[in-house]
């Protein structure tokens, strides 16, 4: 039975098969009601620690917390003086701080009561087909609003209209919104957020003030999760932080889930590299190497097998393609060969992703290798 590394330790204490069963039903019935309780109750500073996910306990509250997204920070922050907002698109991989950053300026511009009158956010888990677009998103952009808030301070007199994963929404619900976008301009602003702008049909984007969010620069990461672990009171080393920092590749939220992961299986709540990597599922780059020296060999039988033991080690066949990639192009193979290999690595890829068999994908590639190895033998 493959058991994922976070469970690991509980072999040592005899919690598998049924047992472990048990533990995990128990542990997912524990957790459900303390988390509605953490949410309803707000993220208030007790002694002992409530369940509330890491991610959610330190998304920034206010727009100046955002870190190293300045030119979108800095235009926030002009409106929320007193200057007008333009519509706004935000774009750029995950977990950098584009959610985080638009419902924070939200919550600054309006205070928390005027906040459900006067933004709505729609996201991929919300049908937003033609007809939401049309009934949902136009009546609430047709409502007028005024420009003081009930505790007397002023706020803009407009709404806010959030679209977050904008790029899943079909082509005529984009093309929806154009006239609305335009018509409304006086009484509603749009925040459209997706990962591949690409998505956005052309119309949109030109209506938008576009920005990208960077992904979080090493040390801007680093800042970060030494803060969390001194919040947190957790010892840790500098190479632990600095291998949560390489395996989450600029994504702060991966980072932070992964931080507390490491928290929560170190017993005495240390962060070292080692805990690091067994959890985040990095295959380690010696089982890496043996498995390209093996393609190197040209027995394919034996290839199999060895892909065969990778695939029930349970290493993710899409992790190992990342990495092999990382190794490839430092091998010492001509350009041709190399070419041809990250080439399949690419058709490869998109197979994994359209939900192919991991084993059948893994041997097909290494078996590409092999090919282009032997040739130059
Ligand atoms: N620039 C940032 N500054 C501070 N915290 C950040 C930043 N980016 C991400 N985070 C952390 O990561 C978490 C997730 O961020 P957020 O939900 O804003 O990501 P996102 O860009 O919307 O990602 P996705 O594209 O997956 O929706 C936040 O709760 C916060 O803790
Ligand atoms: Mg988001």
């Known amino acids: 039975m493959y058991l994922s590394p976070q469970f690991k330790p509980f072999i040592k204490f005899g919690l ?4 472990m069963q048990a533990f995990l039903k128990g542990a997912t019935q524990g957790v459900k009601p303390q988390k509605d309780k953490a949410t309803a109750s707000g993220s208030g500073e007790n002694k002992r620690q409530k369940p509330v996910p890491w991610v959610e306990k330190y998304r920034p509250k206010c727009v100046d917390e955002v870190a190293f997204q300045e030119e979108v920070v ?10 007008d907002l333009p519509n706004l698109l935000f774009y750029g991989p995950p977990g950098t701080g584009k959610t985080s950053t638009i419902l ?5 511009l309006y205070g928390p009561e005027l906040y459900r009158q006067r933004v709505l956010e729609l996201n991929a888990s919300d049908e937003r087909g033609i007809q939401v677009i049309r009934e949902k998103v136009k009546n609430f952009a047709q409502l007028t609003v005024a420009g003081t808030r009930p505790d007397g301070k002023s706020c803009p007199p407009f709404k806010i209209i959030i679209l977050d994963e904008a790029d899943s929404m079909t082509n005529a619900a984009q093309a929806a919104l154009r006239r609305t976008m335009e018509k409304e301009s006086r009484t509603t602003r749009f925040c459209l957020i997706c990962n591949y702008v690409s998505r956005i049909i052309e119309p949109l984007t030109s209506r938008c003030s576009k920005f990208r969010f960077k992904p979080l620069a090493n040390e801007v990461q680093r800042e970060r999760l030494v803060e969390i672990c001194e ?20 994504d702060l939220r991966k980072a932070i889930t992964l931080l ?9 709540k240390e962060i070292t590299e080692s805990i690091v990597v067994e959890i985040s599922g990095v295959v380690p780059p010696k089982v890496i190497e043996n498995l390209l020296q093996t393609c190197y060999k040209g027995n394919f039988e034996k290839l199999e097998i060895a892909v065969k033991n990778m695939i029930d080690e349970g290493y993710a066949a899409t992790q190992i393609l990342s990495q092999f990639h990382d190794v490839i192009i430092e091998e010492k193979l001509g350009d041709k060969q190399k070419s041809v ?20 994908q893994l041997l097909n590639l290494c078996s590409v290798i092999m090919q282009q190895a032997t040739q130059s033998a």
């Open 16 to 19: 598998v098969g049924e047992n």
């Open 74 to 83: 800095a235009v926030l922050k002009k409106s929320l003086e007193g200057a």
């Open 104 to 108: 924070a300026a939200a919550r600054e």
């Open 231 to 250: 919040k947190e009171n957790l010892k840790y080393s500098k190479e632990g932080i600095d291998a949560l920092v390489k395996v989450s590749e600029g």
């Open 260 to 268: 507390q992961s490491t928290a929560r299986l170190s017993t005495e």
């Open 341 to 360: 290999i990250t080439e399949k690595m690419a058709v490869v890829d998109k197979c994994l992703a359209d939900g192919a068999d991991e084993y059948l």
